[in-house]
């Protein structure tokens, strides 16, 4: 079995019904969306600069000391807002735990506001250094949410899904927004030790922006891994496990990895996950509650909140 190549997609064409190539373009959302589970866009409305201005932010927080960063361990917390620390998830059980580092953030809500008692919705952290990170962060969450929110209901149109009824559990969604930093590969890792772990995302669509480096690999139905790179302006979009049930599989979470190698690497994912309360079993079988799924998922991967940690 041969694999299809990844489609690559105008964003403009796909969410214009009017645009010339708008049926080319959602003829290749559904291929991706259905049979690879992986696309990339371009000709979005979050521009290359935006971009690069989001991921030198980050690069600038993961340049601080460790002493430093430890002011905003997520590990001596009950929740997943902050740094995480290099081993502090692991993605895969038959693997060792991540050697990235990562700095999590989720929606901004008042403070007081009932859900914030959820973890799905503790409120930030946020470093007082460098300068502007929470403003540049904030503003970029808010823009890429709705980029994702229009990105998700263009897919299910495209794969014959009612893309309206999903857009309408996204009100106060648990969106993640999350910088990666990889070092180096480190001297010594193993056949166990990744980047990031061979594993599927949590929620429905991801958003993820690369500072360019490659490293990201996606496995395939064919067989074999396909690496994906992009630059900062083109997206990598990929589907996850929630989406997966809800569509009943019309939309397909694929596995992924980066292994790392000799270049550092950032990498900025969106995890476009739905409201606390959303019920993401389709019809005619028990409720599985959004909350619950991703509260499990967290609870087996990040190390802090594994069963048995030490750290809360
Ligand atoms: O760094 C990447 O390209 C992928 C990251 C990833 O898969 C994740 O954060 O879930
Ligand atoms: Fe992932």
């Not at 190549?5 to 969410?15: C, H, K, M, N, V």
């Not at 083109?234 to 019309?250: A, K, S």
Request: glycine residues 10%; negative net charge.
């Amino acid at each position: 079995m041969t694999n299809p190549p990844i489609p690559q997609i105008d964003a403009a064409a796909l969410l214009d019904s009017s645009h010339a190539d708008h049926g080319k373009a959602v003829a290749a959302a559904r291929l991706g969306a259905s049979d690879i589970g992986f696309m990339t866009v371009h000709n979005t409305p979050l521009s290359a600069d935006r971009v690069t201005q989001v991921i030198a932010a980050y690069r600038a927080f993961f340049a601080l000391p460790a002493a430093q960063k430890a002011q905003w361990d997520m590990a001596a917390t009950g929740s997943n807002r902050g740094w995480g620390a290099p081993g502090s998830e692991q993605v895969n059980p038959d693997a060792n735990p991540d050697y990235k580092q990562v700095f999590d953030c989720g929606l901004t809500l008042p403070p007081g506001d009932p859900l914030t008692a959820l973890p799905a919705y503790a409120p930030n952290l946020w470093p007082d250094t460098p300068p502007g990170f929470a403003a540049v962060l904030q503003a970029y969450y808010v823009d890429a949410t709705a980029f994702a929110r229009d990105l998700l209901v263009a897919v299910l149109n495209a794969v014959g899904e009612d893309g309206a009824f999903f857009a309408d559990r996204f009100t106060r969604p648990m969106a993640l927004l999350r910088g990666n930093y990889y070092p180096e590969r480190p001297a010594g890792a193993g056949a166990k030790d990744f980047g990031i772990a061979t594993h599927t995302d949590y929620g429905c669509l991801t958003l993820l922006t690369t500072d360019g480096t490659p490293g990201l690999e996606v496995r395939r139905r064919g067989g074999g891994w396909t690496a994906l790179s992009a630059q900062p302006g083109t997206f990598v979009i990929n589907f996850g496990e929630m989406l997966e049930i809800w569509t009943t599989g019309r939309i397909v979470a694929t596995p992924h990895r980066v292994v790392g190698g000799s270049e550092e690497r950032i990498s900025v994912p969106l995890f476009f996950n739905p409201d606390h309360d959303a019920n993401v079993a389709p019809a005619g079988v028990p409720p599985v509650l959004a909350i619950d799924h991703l509260q499990r998922r967290f609870d087996q991967t990040y190390v802090h909140l594994q069963k048995g940690s030490a750290a809360r």
